[in-house]
Nanobody, 123 residues
């Protein structure tokens, strides 16, 4: 079974950093993309970042460019999201998901999702 689990969320102050992890297992796909999304209370789920299987292709939402960095360790079956210079508007539940073959910022194109981890940034 495909499984993903995001972790690393917490409460931080504005300007501080957090690193989220997404551990995955059960993948038998030739190619896939791991994406990060977030959902704030009362808002729709929005794209944050994505990284390809090889790690050489990645994609960021404009709102996080220059502050967030996505990376992966295939030996550990883990994708990371390093979040620096956090802002109160980054407060949300963060999810990781896998899309088979496609690098996309659309939630509907992702095939499997894990439970989220809450990030709260205080001002």
């Amino acid at each position: 079974d495909v499984q993903l689990q995001a972790s690393g969320g917490g409460l931080v102050q504005a300007g501080e950093s957090l690193r989220l992890s997404c551990e995955f297992s059960g993948f038998t796909f030739d190619d896939y993309v791991i994406g990060w999304f977030r959902q704030a209370p009362g808002k729709e789920r929005e794209f944050v970042s994505a990284i390809g299987k090889s790690g050489v292709s990645w994609y960021y939402a404009d709102s996080v460019k220059g502050r967030f960095t996505v990376s992966r360790d295939n030996a550990q079956n883990t994708v990371y999201l390093q979040m620096n210079s956090l802002k109160p508007e980054d407060t949300a539940i963060y999810y990781c998901a896998v899309a088979i073959y496609s690098m996309s910022n659309q939630p509907g194109t992702y095939d499997y999702w894990g439970p989220g981890t809450l990030v709260t940034v205080s001002s």
